[in-house]
């Protein structure tokens, strides 16, 4: 079965610079959710879209923003990294929002690091 | 705001053996989802398993099983027949039904790491 694709897998940026990570949901997933996950801790949410709108927020930082397309792939991108901002990048996709939500599936994520 | 708490950072289960895994959460919703999720040393997530706050009943799925208690607040995972495959870190994740204030996302506990001993 078709999983979540992200893109690339790894990354190395140095600080100050840009980054942009890509994810392909699932076939029919009409939602994407990025997660951020830090060395040795939990997924942080930060952003959903639903329908190519943005859907809700969580804890992202102002210097980072995301859309989605028509073709419902998501894009996020982050400004004036910073070193902190080294982790796990993790995008999910579902289908439906809210109550009619199934479950999030997740994609191998992709592993940013900021020098 | 909701959370979840796993108060055990580390669990050890002999191959072939019985392991419980502990999660408790905080809501004042009444429809929430419940979900265990899975990551191996690759750091893919894997959804485990899944219940609905609605259902009395705990979900099964294999070697998996749930014991939900809403009253209590409490969602632990029972896995039997424990594998070496089953080695991984194991989140805890909670979502409520309805979107918005951050309620997409799920919000996971810190996390079981457990070790199976061959």
């Known amino acids: 079965a078709a999983g979540v694709i992200q893109s690339p897998r790894h990354l190395i940026k140095e600080k100050r610079e840009t980054a942009t990570l890509k994810c392909y949901p699932i076939?029919?997933?009409?939602?994407v959710y990025w997660y951020q996950q830090g060395p040795g801790q939990d997924p942080q949410f930060l952003i959903s879209?639903?329908?190519?709108?943005?859907?809700d927020k969580g804890s992202i930082p102002d210097r980072f923003s995301a859309q989605q397309f028509s073709d419902y792939h998501s894009e996020l991108n982050m400004s004036s990294l910073e070193l902190g901002d080294s982790a796990l990048y993790f995008c999910?996709?579902?289908?439906?929002?809210?109550?009619?939500?199934?479950?999030?599936?997740f994609g191998p994520g992709t592993r940013l690091t900021v020098t | 705001a909701q959370t979840v708490t796993q108060s055990q950072p580390e669990m050890s289960v002999q191959e072939a053996e019985t392991v419980t895994l502990s999660c408790t959460y905080d809501?004042?919703?009444?429809?929430?989802?419940l979900f265990w999720y899975k990551q191996p040393p690759s750091r893919q997530m894997i959804l485990v398993i899944r219940?609905?706050?609605?259902?009395?009943q705990n979900a099964t799925e294999n070697r998996f099983s749930v014991n939900f208690q809403k009253a209590a607040k409490s969602f632990s995972l029972k896995i039997s027949d424990s594998q070496l495959g089953d080695a991984a870190m194991y989140f805890c994740?909670?979502?409520?039904?309805?979107?918005?204030?951050?309620?997409?996302?799920?919000?996971f506990g810190k996390g079981t790491h457990l070790i199976i001993q061959p």
């Open positions: 999910a996709s579902s289908y439906g929002q809210g109550a009619l939500t199934y479950e999030q599936y």
């Open positions: 076939p029919r997933h009409d939602t």
């Open positions: 879209f639903y329908e190519k709108m943005q859907s």
């Open positions: 809501t004042s919703e009444s429809d929430y989802y």
């Open positions: 219940q609905e706050a609605y259902k009395q």
């Open positions: 994740a909670y979502r409520g039904m309805y979107s918005g204030g951050g309620a997409d996302g799920l919000t």
